[in-house]
């Protein structure tokens, strides 16, 4: 692979980014003070790097093209990695068991700032989660997810601010509030397409940003609503660590709660429904499946988690304003699912530990962590267009699907 | 004989063109009928205008269900058509394909059990036997057609005839009194296709279905059928028992080739 | 009435810039079907690029017409290679993959492009150099519209005439138009599929570097976000005109550009931009496919 | 003039074609023949490079094309009439016949051929600037055949041009069919599901069943054979 060809290749490559990169990694104009500051030695940078990563970048294009054609041959065994480890009871257990121990111990072993990072990064599993539903399962591209989550936020800041509601109280009308307004969203658009869908819902997301931002008298505009109370414990006074610890395991409750109850809804009947409408619509309807209301369903149920994790969120942030959400909570939300692997549970939550975490660890290169980031995506989606983990689907057994009756299993064939 | 399915006068435009032209048919119960004629004479049009995928310009379409209830088809959706008593395949395999065999069949018991949100994170006790006896009914519909020994596998990676009849089997499941196949032996081999045809009879004679078939495989109409309806650019040309259809000179003409007896 | 005049100038202007980037998303749009995030960047990209050069040559004391003209020539330069790279790098490779994939790539892309900018130049708003100058002969009618307007206006109309020309009447126009109606029959009849690809999003990145020229020297300041905003704002405006159609993407960025105008002058203009969703929404209720879009019947 | 070695192509998840092998000499016409979903579309779209093979060997001339771009496939002159017709919906019909000459460069060339084209389907003349969409069923195929005639092609693949036509239209088709391989000297691949037609037109046949090649001959013999008479005559 390293013949003439391909180091032509390369050279040539090194030098369009060279040239592509001129203007603006090498000239900075101080237009107050009339300097031009030429950067020459960053275009050598820029040259050499882009060299040795092309030949990176065609290998690995190569590998994946050879995986496929493998794999349509039927050259490969292909059982995901996840799916092997799930299946094998002496990888599991002990992982298990070690992943237990870790989330009790980590509040306690490392600081409080990393507590802090950890309990945003389970929101977004928690948000992660519902969008899932709505993304994953059912395959209804949704680019304003994040007008849920703000309105479980407010909901819970005024009726805080208002009523001097508590955290546990609002917690179950936030999820209400979310899966009122996901049904009254979700009714309008849910005739859209496609991208058409996406773009409205887009439009609804901003609606909301935009309404909390400018109806002062309601929401207090940009200037936001501070002092939400952090979740009580029985009126128990605690310092600002304990709160944070306490909140963490909260959400690791919630978490939990999240877990299940979606992977419930996935394994049940409306879960099929929901990914058999994104299999294929048509034939959908064909089976007696009733499009609008499982759209429908599967959008409020989404819009519910959302609107349960915007109360946690003010709860832990004791501030709110609308500029925490904009349509880039939208699209990292988004990202979480699809980087993580779409309709994959675990999938969701890699995604979100690495996409919230990640940006966090590489604060030691803070200033780059984005642009690293849109990279990590665009390199995962190029090479691995099918997120992180290979959604992991119940198999329905026969056998194992009931175990209360001994003559269905004589029957199963092996 | 009372007839289950009755269309009349059945005219379905898009834009300028008339892909049905005023077509009339009815069929008896625990009848095979096949509908024939040559691609792109509205026969699949026909069928999405019974399943409600697409609403016909004009003419009506009744049904009289097993209940003896006789029902309007005009302007239902298409999963009430379903839940009516119809149901079809496709011409163009359309399987979900990233789920199982029995998953498949599984969305088919979709209209028949009524499982919803809270009893799926509730799992109660009522959900669960639904839920059993979905997976166990699941399970029959595919010993039945035949489909059993591939329960696990998911659809896509099934071999081309037995995705056929996956499409059967999920829409067997639906409990329909009568059944629409769109070209069920297309891209079947000979041996695939005898199979089918005894399938198709055993539905039938065993769960008392009745079928309406679009078929080019002559062999499979002629031998399957009890009576045949030939269409041609959207309008009935003919119709009778197999025998009088091929001795008919207008089908001969439009369809079987002029000198198909050469 | 003058009040009326004044708002629906701006309106056009408005309206004029958002059709020069919603050009790239509709064009590319209707090729590859795929919501090219990253278009906006581009826009941003050919804003910073001119800025660099204008600014180089004011320090060397060119003329004003020398400098606006290539200002522009290299910022459309600019901007149609990394069209291009982008396409190449990000989208191609998942020609085959999920849609939603694609998307994400976008947007990857779109991040990596704001933050390329803000590194290697600054996160500040930097001034940018009024470049088209006031034409004594528009005195008169100052007080409704300025000559960048008027340049902006007529800028976009020229572009619209070239586009069309060249999408009804050359080879690769023909070309584009067979490749978006039927991609494989167009490699059947020996189009270079790629190519037109390549050349759609250089197409669409030369328009939208344009717009970038323009707006900047007429609201004289940008920062590496411009992109953005501009880019969801301008692909509100192709989708409302129907995405995949030329003439809609020009329609609806007008109709969204004068809708905002009129909505900021008559009622106020903190719900500016809720009106201008509300708009989208309720013509998509009622248009599912956009003011000049096709509804294609699906067949089962 | 066209081999085809043991191809085996994937569509998705499926095999399609299984070790598919096909000779076809200068001047001939060749048919395909099989039951729907047989394999017989993704034999052209695979010599024609938009579902290229996954292994095997597709000789032009001698030369493997089973890497090349379809574009470049295009270029040698292998052209393709595909099922359905595939007209550009929203190109009128001249804008049509522009496309099928897409690759040559001879203008007054291609006015002549035009100018024959309109000759041979004065209905295409009347309807010049129609949208392609707008045309009947027999209309557009006529159109398809003239779009890939534009190209001048060697080698025309043409898949199931009888589909959805009346029985005259069908005929008429044929009779084309015939004329431009006698005329033109143009090799023909014909895949029918029309058999009957297509084993009357051709000189040798290949009978296809789930992605393999399961006889070929003569097409007088096949026509014979009573196996074939069986399973796709309708007798």
């Given at each position: 692979m390293f013949g003439f060809e391909e180091i032509k290749k390369s050279f040539l490559t090194s030098l369009w980014f060279m040239f592509l990169t001129f203007p603006i990694m090498v000239i900075r104009v101080n237009t107050v003070q009339n300097i031009v500051e030429w950067r020459w030695e960053r275009m050598f940078m820029i040259g050499i790097g882009s060299f040795f990563l092309s030949f990176l970048w065609r290998y690995l294009l190569e590998r994946k093209e050879l995986g496929q054609k493998k794999a349509d041959l039927g050259e490969v065994d292909s059982i995901p990695w996840n799916r092997r480890i799930a299946r094998e009871p002496r990888f599991y257990i002990p992982a298990l068991i070690a992943i237990c121990v870790f989330v009790l111990v980590f509040p306690f072993t490392f600081s409080l700032y990393q507590t802090t990072i950890m309990i945003t990064a389970l929101i977004y599993v928690i948000t992660g989660l519902g969008l899932n539903i709505v993304?994953?399962?059912?395959g209804l591209l949704d680019l304003g997810y994040v007008a849920f989550y703000a309105v479980g936020a407010y909901s819970y800041a005024l009726l805080n601010y208002h009523f001097g509601l508590g955290f546990w109280t609002v917690l179950p009308i936030g999820a209400g509030m979310g899966l009122i307004f996901g049904i009254l969203l979700g009714f309008p658009v849910l005739r859209l397409k496609g991208d058409y869908l996406a773009i409205v819902t887009l439009g609804f997301g901003e609606i909301i940003r935009l309404v909390l931002e400018n109806w002062n008298d309601f929401s207090?505009?940009?200037s936001g609503i501070a002092n939400i109370p952090r979740p009580g414990l029985f009126g128990i006074q605690m310092s600002l660590h304990q709160a944070t610890i306490y909140l963490y395991f909260v959400m690791i409750f919630l978490v939990l709660v999240t877990i299940f109850v979606v992977r419930r809804l996935q394994d049940s009947r409306i879960g099929r429904a929901w990914i058999a409408l994104r299999e294929d619509e048509v034939a959908c309807q064909a089976m007696g499946i009733d499009k609008t209301w499982t759209k429908l369903s599967a959008f409020a149920m989404g819009a519910t988690w959302a609107g349960m994790a915007g109360v946690v969120f003010a709860a832990k942030t004791t501030f709110i304003n609308?500029?925490?959400?904009?349509?880039w909570e939208s699209i990292i939300i988004l990202c979480v699912v699809v980087l993580g692997g779409m309709g994959s549970v675990i999938g969701v939550i890699f995604g979100a530990l690495t996409l919230i975490l990640l940006p966090e660890y590489l604060r030691a290169f803070s200033e780059y962590r984005l642009l690293i980031f849109g990279a990590v995506l665009v390199v995962m989606m190029v090479f691995?267009?099918?997120?992180?983990v290979s959604p992991e689907r119940r198999i329905y057994q026969f056998k194992g699907t009931a175990p209360d009756k001994p003559k269905a299993e004589a029957s199963t064939p092996g | 004989m009372e007839p289950i399915l009755q269309v009349n006068a059945l005219t379905m435009d898009f834009g300028g063109l008339?892909?049905?032209?005023r077509l009339d048919l009815e069929i008896g119960q625990r009848e095979i009928v096949a509908l024939i004629g040559p691609?792109?004479?509205g026969k699949t049009t026909f069928f999405n205008c019974l399943t409600g995928i697409y609403p016909p310009t004009e003419g009506e379409m009744l049904i009289r269900r097993p209940d003896r209830k006789t029902k309007k088809l005009?302007?239902?959706?298409p999963n009430h058509v379903t839940e009516a008593g119809l149901a079809r395949t496709f011409q163009n395999i359309r399987l979900?394909?990233?789920?199982?065999v029995l998953e498949n069949v599984m969305i088919g018991r979709h209209c028949r059990t009524s499982a919803g949100i809270i009893g799926a994170i509730a799992k109660n006790k009522a959900t669960r036997q639904e839920e059993n006896k979905i997976v166990e009914d699941s399970y029959a519909v595919l010993e039945k057609i035949g489909l059993a020994e591939f329960?696990?596998?998911?659809?896509?990676?099934?071999?081309y005839g037995a995705q056929r009849r996956l499409e059967i089997a999920r829409a067997m499941a639906t409990e329909p009194f009568l059944l629409l196949l769109d070209?069920?032996?297309?891209?079947?081999n000979p041996l695939e296709t005898r199979e089918l045809d005894e399938l198709i009879v055993r539905i039938r004679d065993q769960e008392g279905i009745t079928i309406l078939l679009i078929e080019h495989d002559m062999k499979l109409v002629m031998s399957l059928s009890d009576r045949i309806y030939v269409v041609d650019y959207g309008k009935k040309i003919a119709q009778g028992t197999p025998q009088e259809i091929k001795n008919n000179p207008a089908v001969i003409k439009a369809y079987l080739g002029e000198d198909a007896d050469a | 009435m003058e009040y009326f005049f004044e708002l629906l100038l701006s309106g056009l202007t408005r309206g004029s810039i958002y059709a020069l980037i919603a050009l790239g998303y509709t064009m590319v749009y209707g090729i590859?079907?795929?919501?090219?995030?990253a278009h906006g960047e581009v826009y941003m990209i050919g804003a910073f690029t001119a800025l660099i050069v204008a600014s180089i040559l004011t320090m060397l004391g060119w003329n004003e017409i020398a400098i606006l003209f290539i200002a522009s020539v290299v910022a459309v330069v600019y901007s149609m290679a990394y069209g291009y790279t982008l396409e190449k790098v990000a989208y191609k490779p998942l020609r085959h993959a999920p849609r939603l994939s694609a998307l994400i790539s976008a947007i990857g892309m779109s991040l990596f492009l704001q933050n390329y900018v803000l590194l290697a130049q600054t996160s500040d708003f930097m001034p940018f150099p009024s470049l088209i100058p006031d034409l004594e002969i528009l005195e008169p009618i100052a007080h409704l519209i300025t000559t960048p307007e008027i340049a902006i206006i007529l800028t976009t109309a020229i572009v619209m005439v070239l586009l069309t020309f060249m999408i009804k009447f050359t080879r690769v126009g023909k070309a584009m138009r067979a490749t978006s109606q039927d991609r494989e029959m167009a490699m059947l009849v020996g189009v270079d599929v790629n190519r037109v690809i390549s050349i759609t999003f250089i197409v669409g990145s030369a328009t939208a570097a344009l717009g970038g020229v323009l707006i900047a020297s007429h609201v004289g300041q940008i920062n590496f976000y411009i992109g953005f905003i501009a880019g969801i704002k301008a692909f509100v405006a192709a989708v409302l005109g129907g995405i995949g159609s030329m003439p809609g993407a020009v329609l609806g960025s007008l109709v969204l550009g004068c809708a905002e105008a009129f909505f900021t002058g008559?009622?106020?203009?903190?719900?500016e931009d809720v009106f201008a969703f509300i708009i989208l929404v309720v013509i998509l209720i009622f248009r599912p496919a956009g003011i000049l879009g096709r509804s294609d019947i699906s067949k089962v | 003039m066209l081999e085809l070695k043991n191809i085996k192509t994937f569509y998705g998840n499926i095999q399609?074609?299984?070790?598919v092998s096909i000779e076809i000499s200068e001047g001939e016409i060749i048919t395909l023949i099989g039951a729907n979903g047989a394999g017989k579309s993704t034999t052209l779209m695979s010599i024609c490079g938009?579902?290229?093979?996954?292994?095997g060997e597709i000789l032009f001339m001698g030369k493997?094309?089973?890497?090349?771009?379809p574009n470049n496939i295009v270029s040698l002159g292998i052209c393709q009439v595909p099922e359905g017709r595939?007209?550009?919906?929203?190109?009128t019909v001249a804008e049509n016949l522009d496309m099928g000459a897409?690759?040559?460069?001879?203008k007054d060339e291609i006015k002549r051929d035009i100018e024959y084209i309109y000759e041979l389907f004065p209905i295409l003349a009347e309807r010049?600037?129609?949208?392609?969409?707008?045309?009947?069923g027999g209309e557009q195929q006529m159109l398809a055949i003239s779009r890939a005639l534009m190209a001048k092609p060697r080698l025309l693949l043409m898949d199931?041009?009888?589909?959805?036509?009346?029985p005259l239209i069908v005929k008429q088709i044929f009779e084309i069919i015939k004329k431009i391989n006698t005329e033109n000297k143009t090799t023909i691949f014909l895949v029918e599901q029309n058999a009957n037609m297509a084993l009357k037109v051709a000189h040798r046949g290949y009978v296809m069943e789930t992605g393999r090649v399961s006889m070929s001959d003569t097409a007088a013999n096949l026509l014979a054979n009573d196996e074939v008479r069986k399973a796709y005559l309708g007798i």
């Open positions: 993304v994953g399962l059912a207090f505009g940009p609308p500029a925490s959400f904009t349509l691995r267009p099918g997120g992180i | 008339r892909a049905l032209d691609n792109g004479a005009n302007g239902l959706k979900f394909q990233n789920m199982t329960v696990n596998e998911f659809a896509k990676n099934l071999p070209e069920p032996a297309a891209g079947m | 590859i079907q795929l919501i090219n995030f008559f009622v106020s203009s903190d719900y | 399609a074609l299984k070790d938009i579902v290229p093979p996954r292994s493997p094309i089973q890497d090349m771009a595939r007209i550009f919906p929203f190109l897409f690759l040559r460069k001879d010049r600037n129609q949208a392609g969409g707008t045309l009947s199931e041009p009888s589909l959805g036509l009346a």
